[in-house]
């Protein structure tokens, strides 16, 4: 099994920045990508940014230029490095670690990033 934890979250002005972390234990053989969705009040769960084991990324149309996914493969952390943040910006993040064959996704328990006017 894969645990996945975050942190960083908090409550931040428009305009400010926030760092993301994703600490990622357990077997993570076969953990081929890991990234940030995020779910706002009365709205479905949406993709943010996502890193694969090869360097490759995709973000969301609505971060991209503001955020940054990064990850520490020795320490099996992924980050999300958000500026210029909005008030559209609030959710809760969600970590996410997905595993290829077979497929199957670990999510982490989520943290509340407020962007205040």
């Known amino acids: 099994q894969v645990q996945l934890v975050e942190s960083g979250g908090g409550l931040v002005q428009a305009g400010g920045s926030l760092r993301l972390s994703c600490a990622a234990s357990g077997v993570m053989f076969g953990i081929n990508a890991m990234g940030w969705y995020r779910q706002a009040p009365g709205k479905q769960r949406e993709l943010v940014a996502t890193?694969?084991?090869?360097?490759?990324?995709n973000y969301a149309d609505s971060v991209k230029g503001r955020f940054t996914i990064s990850r520490d493969n020795a320490k099996n952390t992924v980050y999300l490095q958000m500026n210029s943040l909005k008030p559209e910006d609030t959710a809760v993040y969600y970590c996410?670690?997905?595993?290829?064959?077979?497929?199957?996704?670990?999510w982490g328990q989520g943290t509340q990033v407020t962007v205040s006017s």
């Open positions: 890193s694969t084991s090869g360097g490759g990324t």
């Open positions: 996410n670690a997905k595993r290829s064959w077979p497929s199957h996704d670990y």
